[in-house]
């Protein structure tokens, strides 16, 4: 069915589509969730990986109490006593000395999966190992006058408690409040405490190459690291927003992510702004949601307010530079928007198979005329539009169970557009937007010299 959206035409026209019917703009099973995270849980996970001295992917595996192994049998054992419902195994892969990965090493993200109605994933994600650098960031560069990288033993102290024990405690608090739930989510939800982030992202990279390689439905990867502390280096303090990384380019589905995580969050964490960046991450630096676009996925990356350069990578990176409840409203907007995305249908596909978008000028030539695929257990679609030159959408519409809309005497070339599914319970999928795939150009040839 075809909605035509003309000044008097829409009225007659809604009449034929079967938009939901009104539906508060939160839902009281999302709004219980979020309350249920625990600063005072999230505070007892830090102090216990605290308390193993170093989780340096290279430090020891031989101490019940200290090191790595301790740490991510730990990590292990907490997630599985959470629910019978979810899913906890080790990620397990075996590294060969490499870069910043002086020896070979058997390295493992511990997850925990929520299974849901779909196949389709959605990961919340931390990093659990750590490192300190001689002296800390400060000593930067990493590299001596020889070119050699250089490393603290490995079995010295690297606390990590922000970096990422925040992002790990995240993690690990949020699988328990989703797998108590009780709410029986469409897509499966994978908590991923992820390793060897400090060398150059391998747990993930590893993780993200199988996932790819064996076709996994990973729709959006939530990415925190660095998330706990709202007081920077400089004296500045900012307890009142997140900021939010994706790569481009503007209507990536990376950048759909993270417009996502603001147009929710807000309305269930309303005093805590999303702040987007439109670049991958931090300048000159990474995070494990960068591994995850290698691969294709959309996956966004948490960042706190402000940082302090001079704790991080360092002995000094403690529990006294954790803001709790700072920490707590970071894992309310994921849990928000994580739940919602959880609940919508996926994404409509706004391509052909070969990858060419679904819009087109028909039927005036100078009509705009969308068109996607259904999504399953779409009951509604909400289209939304911008001029080109704008990164966030400025006008949405609701319209009802079609897979087509013409809206007349709207030049394609001057505005983006997308579209996203809703359930009938109004739960809204992110936005596929319509992209130009990159031109492909033959080789240019040449005319043999006279
Ligand atoms: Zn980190």
Known sequence: MVWRLAAVSVLVL??????PAAVPDRDPKIVTLVAAVSQERLVAILKRLEAFQTRNT???????????????????????????????????????????????VEIRNVMAVLPGRSARRIYISGHYDTVAIAG??????????????????????????????????????????????????????????????????FGARLHAQKAAADHVAIEAVFNNDIVGGDRGGDGTADGATIRVYSEGPDDSPSRALARYVERWAARYVPSHRVRLMARPDRFLRGG???????????????????????????????????????????????????????????????????GQPTLGRTPGAYDADLRWSASPGAAAYRIFWRPVWGPDWQHDLLVGNATEVVLPDMQIDDYVFGVAALDAAGHE???????????????????PEK
Do not use: K
């Open 14 to 19: 809604g009449l034929q589509g079967s938009p």
């Open 58 to 104: 290279l430090s020891t595996v031989g101490s019940p109490t200290r090191g790595i192994g301790a740490a991510r049998e730990w990590i292990l054992g907490e997630m599985q006593s959470y629910s019978p419902r979810l899913q906890v195994s080790f990620d397990t892969y075996r590294l060969a000395a490499q870069g910043r990965i002086t020896r070979d």
């Open 136 to 201: 800390g960031d400060a000593a930067n560069p990493l590299r001596n006058a020889q070119g050699e990288l250089l490393f603290a033993d490995p079995d010295s102290p690297a606390p990590g408690v922000d970096d990422d024990g925040s992002g790990t405690a995240l993690t690990m608090e949020l699988a328990r409040v989703f797998s108590q739930s009780g709410i029986d989510f469409d897509a499966t939800l994978v908590f991923m405490c992820h390793v060897a982030e400090e060398q150059g992202l």
């Open 288 to 354: 494990d949601h960068s591994a995850y676009n290698e691969f294709g996925f959309a996956a966004v990356g948490f960042r706190e307010s402000r940082e302090d350069f001079s704790r991080q990578h360092s002995a000094r990176d403690t529990f006294d530079d954790i803001s709790p409840a700072y920490l707590t409203e970071n894992a309310r907007v994921n849990a928000a928007a994580a739940a919602t995305l959880a609940l919508a249908p996926p994404p409509p596909v706004v391509t052909t198979a070969r």
């Open 429 to 447: 999928s992110y936005v596929s937007a319509y992209v130009e795939p990159p031109r492909q150009n033959p080789p240019i040839a040449l005319a």
